[in-house]
């Protein structure tokens, strides 16, 4: 049994009856291709079927939790739990750079810390609990990884359009929101931005994050905890 399967053992009391759906759903095209390996053999096919599993299991927990939310509301929470940046975390929380095969270009790129790759692994891991275990396997998953810490996740997916719409309630004019950018650090593959959120003029908050659009994200979460501490 590798680390991975330890942890998904641990985590869920569960083990693969077949190795290889785990070993599938780990591997990048890249790798696949590099090696000569069958398309079927790479990731990308367990991730679509994840991505089905993810949006029903995701859309049944929110029906049966949240029976005041009409339809459209669903729809943006289900949007910020399931993002790309929310699968990304959860990957790194459970280590999937070390277990993701890629292709040498991709590793010296940097490509088991990017976003997409980190979360499409998770999609396809998804995928696989459901051909080894079940839908009630992958549905523990899910509940148990990604359908949590739900407000803070919403609040960070929606929070520059919830900052407009509070600056323009505090202020009443065409209030200007800018997102500067103060400091980069890191080599090209693992880049951190920092950013600073300036209202009127004057600077709000800063955040951070791997790429431009997400230290926004994270300046305007910031901002809006500062005004609403005013």
Request: hydrophobic share 35%; glycine share 6%; aromatic share 8%.
């Amino acid at each position: 049994m590798n680390e991975l399967e330890k942890k998904i053992y641990e985590d869920l009391g569960y083990e693969f009856r077949d190795k290889e759906l785990l070993k599938n759903a780990l591997t990048h095209s890249s790798y696949a291709h590099e090696q000569g390996l069958s398309y079927s053999r790479n990731n990308e096919r367990l991730e679509f079927l994840g991505d089905a599993v993810l949006e029903l299991s995701s859309s049944k927990y929110m029906f049966e939790n949240f029976p005041e939310l009409p339809e459209g509301d669903l729809t943006k929470l289900r949007a910020a739990l399931v993002c790309e940046v929310s699968l990304a975390d959860v990957a790194r929380k459970l280590h999937f750079g070390d277990f993701i095969l890629l292709s040498k270009g991709e590793k010296q790129s940097g490509g088991e810390k990017r976003d997409s790759i980190l979360s499409d692994a998770v999609e396809a891991l998804i995928g696989a609990l459901y051909i080894d275990g079940g839908f009630e396997t992958a549905d523990r998953f899910v509940k148990k990884h990604i359908l949590v810490d739900i407000e803070h996740k919403q609040m960070i997916f929606e929070s520059k359009s919830r900052l407009q719409e509070m600056v323009q309630d505090k202020y009443h004019a065409n209030t200007m929101i800018e997102y500067v950018i103060i400091d980069e650090t890191g080599p090209a593959h693992a880049k951190q931005f920092k950013t600073a959120c300036y209202v009127q003029g004057e600077k709000i908050s800063e955040g951070t994050g791997p790429t431009k659009k997400k230290a926004e994200s994270a300046a305007a979460y910031e901002a809006i905890k500062v005004l609403t501490s005013k």
